[in-house]
Each structure stands twice: as structure tokens, then as C-alpha cells.
């Protein structure tokens, strides 16, 4: 059966179905990217960062005019769907990059815009609609098919063929013929994890690619295409849906020759890159430009409660790379300084009281800070996001973690809303709190979730930040890095609770309410940058058991990794 993805509702909608209708999306901003300068800066990003780039120059708008206006493709029976001109493109009219995804980022999209992913047969009616076929051009296979740069090379050779005909066929003519088509189909049910492609017609009108389902959802190379076509559709010049009329069986071989299609989407939920016996990850994409892997056991414990922790990654890091594995020759660095995974296999080893499941949140523009700015620094999102994870485990009890820039959305949650749940457990800053503001009430609000319950804990971790030298220079003030704001944030709850100091090995200490509140505040005499450190050195196991029985239990903050063993290859 296809999985139904876990989305919220969409901010983007089509209007009615009528002939030259405009897809709704904001006007292209001045000075966006081109084709030819976005293109070069997905050069150097991973899949799914590379994804998220597309997926956010068509939330902002950076779409080619022509590519707004749906077409009409008749079909028999009276029936017509309304299709994008051309493959989704990034960029302007006289400069644009096709750009191919991934199933589950493709459905992802075309849920926000109200559309669907064709069917083979829809392909086959959109392409003989076509007044403008191009011939395929084929590159011959090699590693780097499902690279940037060849993405680039097909990109030119498909516009210089397009080039060639606008004399005949201006921008906006239907075009077809130059990509193959990432496709739905019955077939998946059998093919879980799995994409399916078509198409890619000869001048003759044969298909050089039938139906294909066996390269993984994660495959994605430069001769993939992504047409959307619209959900509303016409049926004896009434209106309706595609998903009605593939569900029907009397009507279902307008749009398909595979008979009734009753759940008409991809699942965005596959296996990470990195896996871990044991373990199971469900990737979703929440709006907006939020990518969510949810790491879990492979098997919950139905007499244990679940602990869900909600981690907003630090800026320019991938949810692959947080989560880390062992460096091979040629591997990013980013995927040893975190070890998320490691760490939390450690916490499930030696804190067995709960289920214990993390989610990886990642926002499309690599920094939440860049994230809240990029959508009118609204509230309303974060918290959106936190409770629609939270309701997939409704019972949990809650822990809100971040890192680095991932502070930003914590301190967003807490902006919308008047008080936080009784079902929040933890609060844990990993050198993250750069957005605390007392004017906007975060220690109010913090004090009277603290006062709330005894069961509620808030740790908060920093070092000497504004001494660290980056290429010989400082790099953030004293009172605007993380060791200002926890020192704000500091005797702002002095004020409310007593506290208690212990200093250790340049690690200075501050505990109140029973060993509820912590501050953990690093010394910097030699000037480093200890950002990362902090999480590395069994940082992440400290935010966890800080306050419990188990603190300091097997592991000590900032000392040697505990987890190595536990490292996924």
C-alpha cells in the first residue's frame, strides 16, 4: 500500500481549474539565482542539502514565468488534466535549470502546490499533446549520472535544443521528450523504499525507459524529470479530482493502464544513509522547509514510556552528518564532530527507563536562525512542528534539544506560546541559546514551566565563545554569544531560585532547584573554538541525564567518547 506522508496542511494553493491558470507562488524576488548560478551551488551539496535548495527557490518563487502557466492535455472521454509546461525549473525564462529530486522530496512538493505526480499513461497523453517534442539526449552511463555537474551538462544540452525551436514554440509551449519521468504506479505497494521511472520518447513516440522500479527512492541522476500536474482536473466538462478518478474503477483508465489507484502519492518515509541494527528511521518534511528523520528502536518497549527528544541541528550540518559515522578516506569531516547516534545508543544501553526516540530537525536554509528570518520570524511554525511530532507519540514525555543555531527554533517554540505543556520534561541548550531575550519573557516563561512541576529540567551549555579566535580574530561579542546569554540567562533565574556554584578543571557549575537547573560554563584560556567539543565529549548523554540518578553515570562530560563502539560504519 503507498504511505500517506506525514505533512502539515499546505501554505501553497492552485486556483480553479481553467485553461492558462498561474500555479500560486510568490513573484520571483529581485536578484534571485539563475539556472547557471544555482546550478554551480549545488555542486558542493550532499542530496539532501541539494534537495532542500530546490525545494526552497520554488517556495520563495525563483520559478521561470512560463513554468507558472498549466497547460490543458485532453483526454478521451471528454477528460483534460492541466500539466507544468516543462520538467520543475529553478531560475528565470532566460536562464533555468531542470532540476531532478527524489520521490519523496517530488511528492513533498507537489503536496504544498496542489498537484500530483503523472501516471505512466498520463505521460504518455502529456507527451503526444506535446506540440514541441525534443529528442532524447542520453549520457552514457558512469558514477556520476546522479551528480550536480552532469545535472548542469544535460541542463545545457536540453536548453540548447530548446533554444533552437523558440522561433516556433515560445516559453510556455508543452514541451516533452528530454527527461524520463519520475511516475506513480500500483506497483510500488511490492516496491516499498523504491522509485519508479517512464518515458523518455523516441521522435517515433516509444518510451526508451519502461516502467522501472528498481533503483532506490535515493536515486536520483540527470535524466530524471519532475512534471507536476495539477490535483483538479475536468470530466465531461465537470469538475473533479485525479485522486477520484484513479480511484474509481469506471473511470480510472482515463488516467491509468493499471487499473484503480485508491492512495495516489509517494510515502516520504525511507532509511536514512546511515543505519544501525536495531534501529528504524522515518524520514518526513514539514512545512515550512523543515526535513524530519525520526530515529527510534526497531521494536518499542509497550511497558516503557516514551521519551521524545526534538533536536534542531547546528548550522551547515546535515542530519546525516549529526547523526555521524565512522570517517572513511575521502568522507566529510561534519561526520565525525557530532555523533548523535553513537550517543544515543549509549543513553538507550545505559538508561533503559524509557523508549527512547530522537528527532533530527533540519530547515531547508542549513541555519534556523536563517529559517525564522525566511518565513517573517513566525512562531506559529515552531510550534505547528512540535506538536505535530509530539502528537505521532502522544503519551511522550517531551525533551526540546538544540545546537548551535538550532536554538533559534527552541527560543520560536517558546515565543508562541504562553506557557509551555506540563508534557515538556527538558529543555537542553548545547551551546545554543544566542536568541535568549529577557524582554521577550523567555526566563518568565521558563521560571513558570520550572515552577510547574518537579519534573521539569533545563540545562544550558557554553564556553567562552567571545575570547575564541578565528583566524586570529574574535568572532562574536561578549554579550552576544552563548557565554553572555547564559550569563543573562543566569541572573535572570538568580532572581527566582538560589543557586549553587562548583568549579573543575575550567568547567565552572551552577545548579539550583535540587539539581533541576544546570549550567555548564567551559573556560577558555586557550582561546579555541569549542563549539562542537561541547556536544562531541559526551555532551548530548550530559543533556540527557543531567538531574537524574544517572548523572555522571559511565561518562563524564568533556572527557574521552564513551559511545565508540557504538559509532555506525
Partial sequence: ???????????????????????NLPPRPVGAATGTEFAARLVALDLAAR??????????????????RFVAVPLDGGAAIFVAPDYLAVGADEDYFLA??????AQALADQLG????????VDAIYHAAPLKLTPAPIPPSEAMTTAPLFSQHNTTVRQQRAAT?????LGTLVAGHKKDVVLTPQLADAPGKVAIYGWH???????????????ANWVDYSHGIRLVRRDMTLNGA????????????TCTLLSDEGPIGDYRYASVHTVIVDFPGEKNEELHLEPGVRVVINSPASLDAAKPVRLVLYALPAGNSIEQTIGHRLAPGDDWHFDIQHLGAQTRWLRAHS????LIVAYLQCSEKSFVLWRRAHSDNPAHAVSIVEALHARFPDSKLVLASHSAGGAFVFAYLDGLERLPSSLERVAFLDSDYAYDTAKGHDAKLTQWLAASDGHRLCIFAYEDYVALLNGKTFVSEAGGTWGRSQALLRDLAQKFPFTRSDAAGLQTRTALDGRVNFFLKENPDKAILHTRQVELNGFIHALLTGTPLENKGYTYLSERVYSDLIAP
Wanted: negative net charge; hydrophobic residues 45%; proline residues 11%.
Fill in 100 to 105: 531532478p529530486l527524489s520521490p519523496a522530496t
Fill in 352 to 355: 533503559a527507563e524509557a523508549n
Fill in 1 to 23: 500500500m503507498l504511505l500517506r506522508a506525514f505533512a502539515l496542511c499546505a501554505l501553497l494553493a492552485l486556483p480553479a481549474a481553467t485553461h492558462g491558470a498561474e500555479i
Fill in 115 to 122: 498537484c500530483v505526480l503523472p501516471t505512466r499513461k498520463m
Fill in 51 to 68: 534537495e532542500a535548495a530546490v525545494v526552497t527557490e520554488v517556495q520563495h518563487g525563483n520559478v521561470p514565468d512560463f513554468w507558472r
Fill in 239 to 250: 469538475p473533479t479530482t485525479i485522486d477520484a478518478v484513479l480511484a474509481d474503477p469506471k
Fill in 166 to 170: 523558440l522561433a516556433a514554440h515560445p
Fill in 202 to 216: 523516441r521522435p517515433d513516440g516509444t518510451a526508451i525507459q519502461p516502467l522501472y522500479l528498481g533503483h532506490t
